[in-house]
C-alpha cells in the first residue's frame, strides 16, 4: 500500500525562471497572479517585502474556507478574486518592494475519489531587485499531484492522472502569462517533470 504524506515542504520541486522586466511592472505582476490564481483554485495569502520595512510588510489573507486542509470540501467560498483596494494602495505608497509571495490553494481528487482542499499548494515568489534580473520561484508544496512517496501502484496512477493536469496547467500559465526569458527546474522529484511534461519550452 502506497505511503501517503501530505506536506507543505516543497516536496515536488521548484521551477525558477527570469522575467523581463522591461515588458512589465509591478501591477501587472500582481494582477497577472490573481489571474493565474483563479483558473488554478484562489489566492489565500499575500506577503509583501520591502527594502525599508523588510520582510511581512504587508500580509492579506483572503477567502479562508472553513475547512481543514485535505478536508473533504462540496464548494470553494471565493470571496476576492482581485488584489484589494488596502494592497494596492500599499504597493503604490511603497516602491521600495523588493519580493512578492502569493500563496495559491486549490482543490484535487484523494483517493477515495474524494474533493479535498489543498491549502498552500503552490507559493509564487516574485523577486523584484531593483539593480538585478528580476525572478520568480514557483515553489510545489503538496504530494497529491504526482505518485505519492516510495510506492508506485495503481491508486497512485490514478491520483496523478486525476490531479496533475490541474497543476500542470498552472505552471504553464505562469510560465506564459509573466513575461520568462528562460527557467528551469530546481530541486525536483524523479517523477515531477515526467507526469507534467510541459509544454513549455526553455528559451
Given at each position: 500500500m502506497a505511503i501517503r504524506i501530505w506536506r507543505y515542504n516543497y516536496g515536488l520541486g521548484?521551477?525558477?525562471?527570469?522575467?523581463?522586466?522591461?515588458k512589465t511592472s509591478m501591477m501587472d505582476i500582481i494582477k497577472n497572479a490573481f489571474a493565474i490564481a483563479e483558473d488554478f483554485g484562489f489566492i489565500s495569502r499575500v506577503e509583501v517585502a520591502t527594502e525599508s520595512i523588510g520582510e511581512?510588510?504587508?500580509v492579506e489573507q483572503y477567502n479562508v474556507q472553513?475547512?481543514?486542509a485535505f478536508k473533504p470540501i462540496d464548494q470553494l467560498h471565493i470571496t476576492t478574486k482581485a488584489p484589494t483596494e488596502e494592497f494596492l494602495t500599499f504597493i503604490k505608497k511603497h516602491p521600495d518592494v523588493n519580493e512578492l509571495c502569493f500563496s495559491l490553494s486549490t482543490t484535487g481528487i484523494n483517493d477515495k475519489g474524494q474533493t479535498v482542499l489543498i491549502g498552500g499548494a503552490v507559493d509564487l515568489i516574485i523577486y523584484?531587485?531593483?539593480?538585478e534580473e528580476w525572478?520568480?520561484?514557483?515553489?510545489i508544496n503538496t504530494d497529491i499531484f504526482v505518485p505519492l512517496s516510495r510506492v508506485k501502484d495503481s491508486c497512485t496512477e490514478a491520483m496523478a492522472e486525476t490531479n496533475?493536469?490541474?497543476?500542470?496547467r498552472l505552471l504553464e500559465n505562469c510560465?506564459?502569462?509573466f513575461p520568462v526569458t528562460e527557467w528551469e527546474w530546481l530541486d525536483t522529484l524523479y517523477y515531477t517533470e515526467t507526469y507534467l511534461n510541459l509544454s513549455v519550452?526553455?528559451?
Open positions: 521548484t521551477i525558477y525562471a527570469e522575467l523581463d522586466k522591461s511581512d510588510a504587508f472553513g475547512t481543514g523584484l531587485n531593483p539593480d525572478g520568480m520561484n514557483i515553489f496533475a493536469p490541474v497543476l500542470k510560465l506564459t502569462r519550452k526553455n528559451k
